[in-house]
């Protein structure tokens, strides 16, 4: 009886540190949330949440919910787009300028002249917190 309950105890203990651990990488305790699209969302505050809404108003209808992609525009959470392949100035050059189809099968990305460069600081924030959060980060180009 004695030895059936320290394994209880220490299977206890074990189901605690798995929980924390599960919680700590999903962002209970405020890092990330797992989104219904798979993508961990971080917790937003400042230039991110503001560029969150910007980027649902006028970004998410292509490049998806969380910036997972749809069939009408590439995914902005994939390694293609780390800043190091990707910098902030090309992302204001899409969006001031539109883009030739050359990473992905979409077709060409028009030019977003309803978005002004302020706007596209807090996308971009948004979308780097994204990344970040889903382990894309600066690494440098290499052709």
């Known amino acids: 009886m004695k030895g059936s309950s320290i394994t209880n105890l220490v299977f206890a203990i074990a189901l605690v540190v798995l929980a924390g651990m599960l919680m700590a990488h999903f962002g209970v305790f405020g890092r990330a949330n797992t989104s219904s699209n798979g993508v961990l969302a971080p917790t937003l505050s400042g230039e991110a949440l503001a560029g969150q809404a910007v980027f649902e108003a006028n970004c998410a209808s292509c490049h998806g919910v969380n910036g997972v992609g749809t069939n009408k525009g590439p995914p902005l959470v994939h390694d293609i ?3 190091g392949h990707h910098s902030d100035a090309a992302f204001h050059r899409a969006v001031r300028n539109g883009v030739q189809q050359h990473h992905w099968p ?9 978005v002004s460069e302020a706007d596209v600081a807090k996308i971009l924030s948004y979308v780097r917190d994204l990344q970040e959060v889903n382990g894309i980060r600066y690494r440098p180009h290499r052709m």
């Open 81 to 83: 787009y780390n800043p």
């Open 106 to 114: 979409y077709g060409n990305m028009p030019a977003q002249t309803q």
